[in-house]
Structure formats: C-alpha cells, structure tokens
C-alpha cells in the first residue's frame, strides 16, 4: 500500500453535514432530470411518434457520449480551480436543457435537448465525489459516499413520481418545465453553502495543485483493481440504467397499469429497495473496510444474488410478487456505489480525486449508461414481432446474466486491491 502526502485539514462535523445534504440536493436533481424521460416515454412515444430504439438512443446514447466524456476535463478544471463552482454552473447547465426538453416538436429537438442535459451533468457528480472526500476522513467515507449516491434511488423516484404525476394530470412537457425550473432555483443557495476545503500547497503548482488527466491515467492504469471494479461496475450498470429507464413501459405494457401505476410500482422499489441497498452497501464497507478485499467482495456477492432474483420477478405475472421481488434485487444492486467508489478514492492522492472519479465515470456512463438503455430498446424492437407487448419482459430477461459478469469482475478486484491501495497519513 502506497502512502498519501499531506491530506487537506478536517473541517467540523455540522458544516460537513451541511455540505453534503446541499451535495446530495443536487444529485437528486440530477437524477430527477437524467429518469424522468422513463416514466414520460410512452406519452413522448405516443405525441412524437418514437419507437424503442429511438427512446433508447435518448434515455442512453444522447445523454451519455458527452456526459461521460465531458467529466473528464471538467473534473481536471474541478481540481485545479474550484469544485464547488463547476458543480453549481453545471446544475443551471443542466437545468436548463431540461426545461428546453419540453418545448421539443420532434425526435432531432429531444435528441439535441438531452444532449445538452449530458453536457451539464458531466460537471457534477466526480466534483461531488472529491469534496466528500476533502470532508470526510477515510473511516466514515464509504457511509458519507453512500448517502450521497442516495440521489440516484431519490432522485430517480421523485422524476419517476413527480414526473409521472404531472404527465397524468397536466401534460408531459410541464413536467420537464418544472423539474428543470427547480433545479436553476436552488443552484445560488448550493454556491453559498458549499465551500472548498483549502488544499495544501505542496499538493502541487498553485493552490488547488490538481494533477493532469494523463498522470492520473498513468496511476490508474498500474492497477488492476480500478479496471476490474470499473468494468464490473459499468456491466452491471447496463442493466441498472436499462431495467431502470424500461420498467415502466414494461409494467404498462406487460401488466397493463395506468402511467400513474407504473410510477408508483417504480418509485416505490427505487425508494424502499434503492435506499436500503445503498446505506447498506457504505455502511458494511466501513465496518469490513480495515480488510480491504471487502470493498470489491461485498459488491461481487450483492449481483451475484441479485441476478436470479430479478430473473423472478420478471418472469411472474402477478404484480404483487412483481413489487417484492423488485425490492430485493434493487437493493443489491445499489450495494456497490458505497465501497467502490470508496475505493476509487483511494487508489489516489487526495488532489486527484475528482480526475480519477471522472475516469472510472467515463468507463462506467459510457458503456453502463450509453450501452444499456438503447441495447434494452434495440432488443425488444428485434423481439417485438414475435413477442408482442412482451418483448420488453424478454429483451431484460435476455441482459440478466450480465449482473453474473460483474459480479465475477468485482471478485477478481479482491486480488489486487490491497497492494492498489493509497494510505492517508
């Protein structure tokens, strides 16, 4: 294990909490944004005349080429400058797409729109990592991690509620004003409470001493741990952002529900198996953590099990069983974000966290986030004129033993991760 140099001086415990609630506001926003199109898919289908595939390319392919690309350089920006300023012009970015994606009159306008919501979002989340790390120290980092990272489960759950609300009573577009409006609202009230830590200057040139993007590539790439928990962690996000964007078009097609239906079945399994598997996940890495194999062990067993158990719920036809076995799978499959992005953290200087963050995002968005949305559309699409409505039941079942995949990729991370791992004096 390779020692750290000098860590940025540890701030109060209240104004630590502090910032990461106005942190974790802001990914709900993220969230919110990025997986309200799921629940809108079939009115925006219906009103815009889209096929699976074309809705995959917007849920995945619009938004993730430039979202995960992007987070590269900003998070370099991020290091060197200031994280808590690219992170609040980032959210009026983003915000702002959002609310254009309701003025949209044709694929080509959406398309352009999401794009332009990537574009935003790839300045928030590595940023976010870093700061979390300059305030808490490494015994209650996977926990703070994990609480953050409750945005996606939030997040998601409230796009997929609120959203599916507004559509039901009102008319999808609003949901789009509405939700991007907020966001552009709370961006002055984050920049006044969230503050950068001061880093050491001997961190490196200036006062930021951020390091460039092909030295921190140059560290990662020595070890094997990043790739294998990186690659485990974008197959298994394949199917998570996939299932998670085609849940509801799956339930009102397969189980006939109402769109108000579906975004109450999919905002309850995100809420009470999306949140329980997270605080889980970083709370079980923290209290095993002193061994460091668990961090990339506990994600390993989480999909490994998760996997046969979503198989059954898809294949069910009652809704009730659909609900509970939804819940276990959902929570297990949050487990990994706690631990391994703890990790990640750590196979680093603190001063180059926010790049590293963005590299394991890069692999992890583009081939999770970019691949597995429009690959779940493009499969029902083939399977639509054999299977019907149920095309979208098969094409998941089809992607499943990709959790088996990521599951055998995070076990073979538990060789190296020790001898990866960078000490903080």
Same mark, same amino acid.
């Given at each position: 294990m390779?020692?750290?140099?000098?860590?940025?001086?540890?701030?109060?415990?209240?104004k630590a909490s502090i910032v990461l609630a106005m942190l974790l506001l802001v990914y709900i926003f993220n969230f919110l944004d990025r997986m309200m199109l799921s629940i809108l898919a079939a009115p925006i289908q219906a009103d815009l005349g889209l096929s699976d595939s074309e809705m995959g390319l917007l849920g995945g392919l619009a938004f993730a080429v430039l979202y995960s690309t992007l987070a590269v350089p900003l998070s370099a920006v991020a290091d060197r400058t200031s994280r808590s300023w690219v992170?609040?012009?980032?959210?009026?970015?983003?915000?702002?797409?959002?609310?254009?994606?309701?003025?949209?009159?044709?694929?080509?306008?959406?398309?352009?729109?999401?794009?332009?919501?990537?574009?935003?979002?790839?300045?928030?989340?590595?940023?976010?990592?870093?700061?979390?790390g300059d305030?808490?120290?490494?015994?209650?980092?996977?926990?703070? /991690? +994990?609480?953050?990272? =409750?945005?996606?489960?939030? #997040? !998601?759950?409230?796009?997929?509620?609120?959203?599916?609300?507004?559509?039901?009573?009102?008319?999808?577009?609003?949901?789009?004003?509405?939700m991007g409006g907020l966001g552009i609202l709370i961006a002055p009230v984050f920049k006044l409470?969230?503050?950068?830590?001061?880093?050491?200057?001997?961190?490196?040139?200036g006062s930021h001493g951020g390091q460039s993007?092909?030295?921190?590539?140059?560290?990662?790439?020595?070890?094997?741990?990043?790739w294998f928990m990186a690659f485990g962690a974008a197959f298994s996000s394949m199917l998570g952002y996939g299932i998670g964007f085609w849940k509801p078009s799956f339930l009102i097609r397969s189980f006939e529900l109402d769109l108000w239906g579906a975004?109450?079945?999919?905002?309850?399994?995100?809420?009470?198996?999306?949140?329980?598997?997270? /605080? +889980?996940?970083?709370? =079980?890495?923290?209290?095993? #953590? !002193?061994?460091?194999?668990?961090?990339?062990?506990?994600?390993?067993?989480?999909?490994?099990v998760g996997a046969p158990i979503y198989a059954a719920g898809v294949l069910t036809d009652s809704l009730v069983a659909a609900f509970l076995?939804?819940?276990?799978?959902?929570?297990?499959?949050?487990?990994?974000?706690?631990?391994?992005?703890?990790?990640?953290?750590?196979?680093?200087?603190?001063?180059?966290?926010?790049?590293?963050?963005?590299?394991?995002?890069?692999?992890?968005?583009?081939?999770?986030?970019?691949?597995g949305i429009y690959a779940l559309g493009l499969i029902s699409d083939a399977y639509?004129?054999?299977?019907?409505?149920?095309?979208?039941?098969?094409?998941?079942?089809?992607a499943l033993p990709l959790y088996i995949v990521a599951g055998i990729l995070m076990l073979l991370a538990t060789r190296s991760i020790a001898n990866d791992w960078v000490e903080e004096k």
């Open positions: 390779t020692p750290v140099a000098e860590t940025p001086a540890r701030v109060l415990p209240a992170i609040t012009i980032a959210l009026v970015f983003w915000s702002a797409f959002t609310a254009l994606c309701g003025m949209a009159q044709n694929f080509l306008h959406i398309f352009l729109a999401r794009v332009g919501v990537g574009v935003g979002e790839a300045g928030g989340v590595a940023p976010s990592y870093a700061i979390i305030y808490f120290p490494p015994r209650r980092r996977a926990t703070a /991690l +994990a609480i953050y990272s =409750l945005g996606i489960p939030i #997040g !998601s759950a409230i796009g997929v509620m609120g959203g599916g609300w507004i559509a039901s009573t009102i008319d999808w577009r609003v949901a789009f004003f509405v409470l969230v503050k950068d830590v001061p880093r050491p200057e001997s961190a490196g040139a993007i092909w030295s921190v590539f140059q560290i990662l790439a020595k070890k094997p741990s990043f975004a109450l079945f999919t905002g309850g399994v995100l809420l009470i198996g999306g949140v329980t598997g997270m /605080l +889980a996940g970083g709370a =079980l890495a923290d209290r095993l #953590g !002193s061994n460091r194999k668990w961090y990339p062990r506990l994600p390993a067993i989480a999909f490994i076995l939804f819940l276990i799978p959902q929570g297990l499959n949050y487990v990994w974000f706690g631990p391994v992005l703890t990790a990640v953290q750590h196979l680093v200087e603190p001063r180059a966290r926010a790049t590293a963050s963005a590299i394991f995002l890069l692999i992890n968005n583009l081939i999770g986030l970019g691949g639509a004129p054999v299977y019907g409505d149920e095309s979208l039941r098969i094409s998941i079942l089809t």
